[in-house]
């Protein structure tokens, strides 16, 4: 009955958590600053000043991320080449599928909405980037 009890919790859970469609990454385009990151057994790291920030810009579900450093006169410098990116649907989650001339990878979209994006790879690393929001040196 115990366990009855815990499985019906778990399910329960499951299903009160908000589900990520495909179309949710048109949510991505812009600047995206990780907030923390968590990693299994690990203490959370949080970021608070980040010399860098992710750039997406996705189209039809395709698209870019760039690295690129913020400048105090509002503009930014590429820090990276940009790297190919695709999203992809499967069984009840979508995943974000990275490509560049060395390397693919690709990792989870756990929540996106417009200020938040949680994003885990395949070592369930989880990283958890906010809007960027232009410094203000006034």
């Given at each position: 009955?115990?366990?009855?009890?815990?499985?019906?919790?778990?399910g329960l859970l499951y299903a009160c958590s908000p589900?990520?469609?495909?179309?949710?990454?048109a949510q991505l385009k812009g600047y995206w600053e990780?907030?923390?990151?968590?990693?299994?057994?690990?203490?959370?790291?949080?970021?608070?000043?980040?010399?860098?920030?992710?750039?997406?810009?996705?189209?039809?579900?395709?698209?870019?991320?760039?690295?690129?450093?913020?400048?105090?006169?509002?503009?930014?410098?590429?820090?990276?080449?940009?790297?190919?990116?695709?999203?992809?649907?499967?069984?009840?989650?979508?995943?974000?599928?990275?490509?560049?001339?060395?390397?693919?990878?690709?990792?989870?979209?756990?929540?996106?909405?417009?200020?938040?994006?949680?994003?885990?790879?395949?070592?369930?690393?989880?990283?958890?980037?906010?809007?960027?929001?232009?410094?203000?040196?006034?």
């Amino acid at each position: 009955m115990r366990n009855l009890v815990l499985v019906m919790m778990v399910g329960l859970l499951y299903a009160c958590s908000p589900e990520v469609k495909r179309s949710d990454v048109a949510q991505l385009k812009g600047y995206w600053e990780i907030a923390y990151v968590e990693a299994p057994g690990q203490q959370k790291k949080e970021y608070k000043v980040n010399p860098m920030v992710d750039y997406f810009e996705l189209k039809g579900g395709k698209g870019i991320r760039r690295k690129v450093m913020p400048q105090f006169d509002g503009s930014f410098i590429d820090a990276s080449l940009p790297e190919d990116v695709t999203a992809i649907d499967s069984v009840g989650a979508v995943y974000l599928s990275f490509r560049t001339r060395y390397a693919k990878w690709s990792e989870q979209v756990l929540d996106v909405s417009e200020n938040t994006l949680v994003l885990r790879n395949k070592q369930g690393i989880e990283y958890h980037y906010k809007k960027f929001e232009p410094f203000n040196i006034k």
